[in-house]
Nanobody, 115 residues
Framework: QVQLVESGGGLVQAGGSLRLSCATSRTIFALRTMAWYRQVPGKQRELVATINVGGSTDYADSVKGRFAISGDNGGNTVYLQMNSLKPEDTAVYYC?????????WGQGTQVTVSS
């Protein structure tokens, strides 16, 4: 069993930046994908960014050029650097881990961007 804990959310003005962190309870060595999702109440959860085992990344069109997903070499933490934030980025952000055997969700961290 793996636990994911997000941190770094908060309140920021439009145009500002935040850096989210997702800490794992154990180092992940196996082939896996990690991602950040976000969700607004009453809306479907949206895939924001993905980082794959080889280090390749993918982003939703709405965040390309503004967000960057990365991981540490030890396999313990994944980050989401968010720049040029917009009010429409306001959501609860969730860390996600997919392995060949299972999948895991973090508890979420609130990001609020004011006009």
């Amino acid at each position: 069993q793996v636990q994911l804990v997000e941190s770094g959310g908060g309140l920021v003005q439009a145009g500002g930046s935040l850096r989210l962190s997702c800490a794992t309870s154990r180092t992940i060595f196996a082939l896996r994908t990690m991602a950040w999702y976000r969700q607004v109440p009453g809306k479907q959860r949206e895939l924001v960014a993905t980082i794959n085992v080889g280090g390749s990344t993918d982003y939703a069109d709405s965040v390309k050029g503004r967000f960057a997903i990365s991981g540490d070499n030890g396999g313990n933490t994944v980050y989401l650097q968010m720049n040029s934030l917009k009010p429409e980025d306001t959501a609860v952000y969730y860390c996600y881990l997919k392995t060949s055997m299972s999948y895991y969700w973090g508890q979420g961290t609130q990001v609020t961007v004011s006009s």
